[in-house]
């Protein structure tokens, strides 16, 4: 079997129920179209529009380049992703191997960013480093609907626990184990694949 290139969404989508990336990978045909996928694209693009509008002081900072729509990828973990916005931190006499990243990843909520969002954030550094080189220290969440700022540290257990999730998802795909559904099972109400999943309905 090939060796699966997991996407930042797919890492997403296993946060919100493991059986997804199952059904994405191993019953492939099944996935039904959403107009999800299209309304959040919208919402980017004019964040982004906003974005270019804005000061760099609301992320802390004087001086940054922008950098939009990034595409990332890990060889190490098998995993791809396209980041909302990276900041380029500019500090005199850094060279360039010493270069600052900072990923930015737009959401649609004012919730404050959960264990998943941590986590996804991490997966873009550890992406970030691999494929531009410098460093990841922290990432930031920026709440489109509360127009705030988290910003997350991206430390050793929080990269960890990235590399663990994709280990497990990709124990799932090549042994084609179908995974127990979640504990609660609030999020099968508005699930996609809720018609597939008959032990849970
Ligand atoms: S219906 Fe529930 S168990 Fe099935 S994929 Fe959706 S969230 Fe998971």
């Known amino acids: 079997m090939e060796r699966v290139v997991f996407t930042v969404t797919d890492l997403k989508q296993y946060a919100y129920c493991p059986r997804i990336v199952f059904y994405t990978y191993c019953l492939p045909l099944v996935r039904p179209t ?28 004087e001086e940054a380049r922008r950098h939009f729509d990034v595409p990332v990828a890990s060889e ?10 990276v900041l380029e931190v500019v500090a005199e006499g850094r060279t360039s191997g010493g270069r600052e990243w ?22 873009y ?10 460093v990841v220290r922290r990432g930031i969440i920026y709440s489109l609907l509360s ?9 050793p257990t929080l990269r960890r626990e990235v590399r663990e999730t994709v280990a497990t998802m990709r124990e799932i795909v090549e042994r084609e184990r ?12 508005n699930c996609e694949f809720r018609r597939f999943c008959n032990d849970v309905v």
């Open 76 to 85: 190490e973990l098998g995993l791809s992703g396209r980041i909302d916005l």
């Open 34 to 61: 959403t107009g999800k996928m299209e309304e959040g694209r919208l919402a980017h693009e004019e964040a982004r529009d906003r974005e270019r509008r804005r000061t760099l002081r609301i992320y802390g900072l």
């Open 125 to 134: 550094g550890i992406m970030l480093e691999e494929t531009l080189g410098g």
């Open 102 to 123: 900072i990923p930015v990843d737009y959401k649609q909520t004012g919730r404050r960013a959960g264990p998943h969002w941590r986590r996804q954030l991490a997966a």
């Open 178 to 189: 179908m995974p127990d559904p979640p504990t609660s099972r609030k999020p099968c109400v």
């Open 147 to 155: 127009r705030r700022v988290e910003e997350i540290p991206l430390t």
